[in-house]
């Protein structure tokens, strides 16, 4: 990916400057730390104060060394080294002095500092002033950077996507056939526009993805952008909107704008729930009118007065219910694909796609992953390969085999294993007569699923679990199956009872299921008894395929709700006498099953055991 927002690169002249200021500094540092005249001054600092013509009388008596007239000052050093100085008047000289005696020893030194050191007086000036010219500049020019950035502050943040870096195919992605047909028609008619126009097809201005977190958008929208070989826009829903009134619009219209002298192109807007909601309701006119003014900029621009622009935009959500209606009108978003969780087969084919970087041994079967992994989207089975290949590399195993995938699935599905929680020897006893009665009694109902496993190895939150898988993708499901999920689910419970006559909390999640789903049945599916009739109770807002239960607005009277109530209760409770008549039934069996999970445990335990005393 190639960004269209780089970091600021310093100019020529603002290098120069910075070396300009920097060569100032260094030299007045030497003129006034290494300055030789400031070593001269030192050794007269001392200098004792006498008249000038004592200092003349010394010279007539030859009892100086030297005597040094600088400017105005007269500085004599005696034979001992001490100093002394004077003052002479500015028309005083060396001879009229009578200091220039050829038979005197003494040394006579005239130095004329206003002459010999202008270019030493003036520098201090002139790199003072060279600095606060520097400085004023160097001002001026960041109060132009600040206002650029302020100008710019409007511009899109879109990140161009270059098809030779973008390594994604439509071949890369696997299980949405469907999807990947509209959208290898879009890039067709990027690609042969003639095709389509010469019998008066339109271009698609929109394309809306439509999914549950996980299935695969943006994976949809990168392959777009390999395959295309047009210019690809990609940008957030959230980066439109900030705290400053119309910079979303701004940065939506400088978008267009790009996009259009770029055309043919794509812009692909992830998550754009955060920018397109419904307008109006309660937020109508404060917070979230930065908002809408960025929506309205959205529409417009998509299909306003100006047309045959060549640009498709394409979007990807998994909120489709709060979207502003004119944003999914025909004209905008013409198409709109549902990216709906693999079934089997996809299932088979996105392992295949994530197992093509991986080492893996040739006895690995997809077929049975892709069966327990009922349910799951594609990111849920990207990451049970990678935890697979991290378990075979903990492992040491030269490649991932097939208990690497088996336990990878258990941990993604379930949890990890949870090696740190003991139980006490009651405790497994209660949650291996648990999992057995979930098992028995679904295994005795006809219209169950079949037993996959049955584990009381504490995994997650759990602390046993019993798994059923289906046989096949189910899209249905019959009232007789439902009556069948909610007695194997009481099978737990009722085993506890049976067994040890007390009940435990091990149960509560169970209970909790079996109640949804007969709540359902009565309120959702028509299946409750003839005084609820076929009638659905309360209003769901949202959308249930995209993972999230929706909210439920109560729509029944007082009198519905009782009956609602009471159809639960007795369905529970008819189902749960059924699990303890099946178990009383095989009550040896159960017992059977139990004792080898115990003489199974008990070995265990011994041989931890006798590790340690080792």
């Known amino acids: ?165 973008v390594k994604t195919r439509f071949h890369d992605v696997a299980g949405a056939e469907e999807a ?9 008619f990027l690609k042969n526009p003639k095709k389509y126009t010469s019998i008066g097809a339109k271009i698609p201005k929109g394309v809306l993805l439509v999914g549950a977190p996980g299935t695969g958008k943006t994976l949809l929208a990168r392959a777009v952008a390999g395959e295309a070989g047009v210019p690809f826009f990609s940008i957030a829903g959230s980066e439109f909107v900030e705290m400053f009134v119309g910079v979303g619009a701004s940065r939506v219209r400088d978008l267009f704008t790009k996009a259009k002298r770029n055309a043919p192109c794509i ?92 080492k893996m041994t040739k006895n690995v079967h997809f077929d049975d992953v892709a069966k327990q992994t009922v349910g799951m989207t ?43 929680r003991k139980l006490t020897p009651h405790e497994k006893d209660i949650t291996a007569y648990h999992e057995l009665g979930h098992a028995i009694v679904g295994h005795l109902c006809p219209d169950s699923d079949p037993l996959h496993k049955i584990s009381i190895v504490s995994r997650g939150s759990t602390l046993g679990v019993t798994w059923f898988l289906p046989q096949e993708d189910q899209y249905t499901t019959s009232k007789s199956k439902f009556i069948d999920e909610i007695c194997g689910l009481l099978g737990g419970r009722a085993a506890e009872e049976l067994v040890f006559n007390e009940i435990t909390t091990g149960a509560s999640n169970d209970i909790e299921r079996a109640s949804l789903i007969a709540r359902n049945m009565a309120m959702r599916y028509g299946m409750g008894d003839d005084s609820l009739g076929l009638v659905a109770y309360g209003e769901h807002q949202g959308s249930t395929f995209l993972g999230v239960d929706p909210s439920v607005v109560r729509n029944y009277s007082d009198e519905m709700a009782r009956a609602i ?50």
Not at 389 to 406: C, E, G, N, S, Y
Not at 579 to 604: D, G, M, P, V
């Open 180 to 188: 990947k047909e509209d959208l290898v028609e879009v890039v067709d």
């Open 267 to 358: 812009i692909f807007i992830d998550e754009i729930d955060a920018v397109g909601r419904q307008r109006g309701g309660a937020g109508f006119g404060g917070g979230h009118d930065e908002r809408e003014q960025t929506l309205n900029q959205i529409l417009t621009e998509m299909d306003g007065f100006e047309q045959e622009t060549n640009v498709i935009v394409m979007a990807a959500t998994n909120r489709p219910d709060v979207l502003d209606i004119a944003l999914l009108r025909p004209g905008r978003f013409d198409r709109r694909i549902f990216i709906d969780k693999p079934d089997l087969a996809a299932r088979h084919q996105i392992l295949e796609v994530h197992a093509r970087n991986k």
């Open 565 to 614: 109530d009471t159809f639960v209760r007795e369905t529970i409770a008819a189902q749960y006498e059924r699990a303890k008549s099946f178990l009383h039934q095989h009550k040896k069996k159960l017992e059977e099953l139990a004792s080898i999970n115990t003489r199974r445990s008990s070995r265990s335990s011994r041989a931890s055991s006798s590790r340690r005393r080792r």
């Open 1 to 165: 990916m190639v960004t269209s927002s780089r970091p600021p690169q310093r100019s020529r002249s603002q290098w120069l400057l910075s070396l300009l200021l920097f060569c100032g500094l260094v030299l007045l540092s030497f003129f006034f730390l290494l300055n030789p005249q400031r070593d001269k001054e030192k050794q007269f600092a001392n200098a004792s104060e006498v008249p000038l013509s004592e200092i003349t009388q010394g010279y007539a008596q030859n009892a100086y060394n030297e005597i040094l007239i600088r400017d105005s000052k007269v500085f004599a050093t005696l034979k001992d080294g001490k100093t002394i100085q004077s003052y002479k008047e500015g028309s005083d000289t060396v001879s009229r002095l009578g200091w220039n005696d050829p038979k005197n020893k003494t040394v006579v030194r005239v130095e004329n500092r206003e002459t010999t050191n202008l270019f030493l007086s003036v520098l201090p000036d002139l790199v003072f002033f060279l600095l606060v010219l520097g400085g004023i500049v160097w001002l001026f020019r960041g109060i132009a950077r600040s206002q650029s950035t302020a100008l710019s502050f409007g511009k899109s943040r879109a990140r161009i996507a270059d098809a030779k870096q």
């Open 378 to 420: 594609g990111a849920d089975l990207e990451n049970i390969m990678n935890e697979s290949a991290i378990f075979a590399a903990k492992r040491k195993h030269p490649a991932v085999t097939q208990r690497d995938l088996v336990d990878a699935v258990e941990k993604v599905a379930i949890g990890a294993e949870k090696k740190s």
